[in-house]
């Protein structure tokens, strides 16, 4: 991760949490601003830049680093517009988009981002769980967001053959002490639920990512015992 | 006299204090007249039966011979019943004792003698002035069948039917509808009776002295004007000299003017009424509701929160003080109602118990200034209810708080969170987002440990999720509010316990279903 470099375009409150949730993991966040007004911000260095084909400094930056960029401008309209203009300059360049509504987001696919956030709808879903299935969401909301001791991880199976051709679902996962196994993502990067018919019929092959979820020091015994945790590169990835 | 004054007082004051007399009138007083009291509807319902078998045996005493004990029901026991109601009524209409208290109160803050004949004129005067009310002279006139040996009295079983106004709302909405347009309906009807009397007149002069015309008295002539004017014509009264048809065509002219009239009276009545009457019958409909969701604002967060529970088969209702945002709730086929969620009037208009009927208040203005508003607002009502608020703006996160909500969303929080995340675990974020999606196949559940489960299964390991194809993410236990991942076989389930279960939708529900069911043998 310390090895991409993230473009943030246009400033915000979307983009400050974005900066401030990513500067640790990024080797460089860059932001970029349509209003010239932003380049004074003290807290954030902020550099400006317009709609134009003009992605000389960008460009740079891009072809010399692994980047992603975040395209966050408030107007759906430019924000497609940006997002459009990226991809018809830079075709392996990971974007993530914003979008306020459902026709933004598609939109906003259609001109080529990799992974768009539906604003409203994200906050909608987590409203609806959060008052329907308080529990369920406060211990997914604390595993995925890292605010308890439990993690998620993704593990690369490396030692299949100590499976010796069980099929997933029939594996008693109990004898790796702490660890939950919910789902498995081949090579294909297709993924099923740990107890689904495809995992009852499919052994387990070196390749194959298993997502498991317990306490750090459980996960790292499991991670000696079967592979290695796996960052997966998210470039042909789609949500 | 002192001696008698001294007892009224003290009785008055005994009853007044008395819980079970209270009580009990409580229970009359909402069994009659509290629209909302949930056994009224019964004995609403009860009453409207009794009146049409009354009605029926009228009916079917004309022509038949009638069984007697029909008979006897009809004059005695239907009679009886409402006499009693009608007692029952004027009992629980006022309080003589509160009259009689507050005369003797009165009396001595300004340093008077107890007047026991004002206090009792008072008491007379109030409880005649429901007797002489309408409602009160109908119900009597009702009870008059009673003496059904005098045929004249029997005949006012039919008065029994203008009771059906007392028990079905819909005639008491159509009457006050009606009632807005008052004055008009009056000026109608005086317009009505002066071209009756004046067209009755003039064809009694132009007709009676002609042998052969129909109209022989003023009475006929009365009739054929009545007739004529409302448009109804039966032709079996008819001038046959030219002055008396001239007449007929002036009273047949205004005739048309009446009907008109009339019409655009009842339409234009009912127009302007029709959103009033829907309101009321919404807030009737919501007080029937057991569980709700209240949707405070209603814009683009709150239409896709409304949305999912809505898909969850969740009731919900909107309230917004904008009209064109309640407009599109109800485009959007929710139960949506025009008043402002920071009022608390708007709560008592509505007639919600927001301690039992609510499940949640939700606050999703796109405006921390209105959000902190309507929490405040629904905390000095109830301290207890689950509030959960948007925030906008990151500086207001803390009045939120004060104010009282439970829960707070700030989008721009959650966006950097879900970047951080995916970034970093996209995999894992998406099975974690795939379980919480409503729409996926794979869900995350919460079964709670009911007295019947304990029956079936009292620790992890009796639970045979496997055999569901269930994982068992962790257990909720109520009483030290921990949560224990990946529990071990041998942990106690205990009642209030909460069990996370990750699984097919379907699966989940057979493997709850079993857990209910199954037996151990």
Sequence with gaps: MKDITALVFGFNNYASEIIDNVIQKYKKVYTYSLDVKDAENEKYKIKNFDLSDEWNEVAELINNNRCIAFCVLEDDAQNIFLTISLRASFKELMIVALATNKESADKLEMAGANKVIPIVKTTADIISNIITKPIATKVLHSILYEESDLKIAQILVEKADDFHGEFPADIDWSRYKGILVLYIMHADMSREFIYSSKAKHNSLINGDILIVTGYERDIQEFEKLIGSRKYVNWGNWSW | MNFLKRLVIDASYSIDGSKSYQKQKRFFYNLLEEDSYKYKKYFDITMIMLIFASIAILIGEVKHDLDESLIYFNSYIISLIFLIEYLLRLWVNSSVSKIIINRYEYDSFIGRDFNLYKALRNVAATKFSYIFSLRAIIDLLAVLPFFHELRLLRIFILFRVFKLFRYTKSFQTLASVLATKKFEFLTLAMFSSIVIFVSSVLIYVMEANNPDSPINTLYEAIYWSVVTISTVGYGDITPITDEGRFVAM????????????????????????????????????ISNIKKFYLICGYEDVAREVAMLLRNQHKDIIV????????????????????????????????????????????????DDVENVYTALTVRSINKEIFILSLLMNETNRKKLIYAGINEVIYPQELVGMITKELVGQPVAFEAIHELRNEQSSINIDEIIITERILVNCSSIGELDNKRYRVVILGIYKKESGHFYFNPLDDIFLEEGDYLLVIGNRVFIQEFETNLHSKSKI
């Design chain 2, 319 to 366: 309230l917004d003080e904008e009209y064109s945002r309640v407009e599109n709730a109800k485009k959007d086929g929710f139960t949506a109602l025009h008043y402002n969620p920071g009022s608390i009037e708007s709560y008592h208009k509505l007639n919600m118990d927001i301690s039992t009927q609510v499940a949640a208040i939700l606050c999703l203005r796109n």
């Design chain 2, 250 to 285: 002036l009273v047949i002219t205004a005739g048309i003017a009446v009907l008109a009239f009339t019409t655009s009276l009842f339409v234009s009545a009912f127009t302007e009424k029709l959103d009033e009457i829907r309101e009321m019958k919404t807030i009737e409909d």
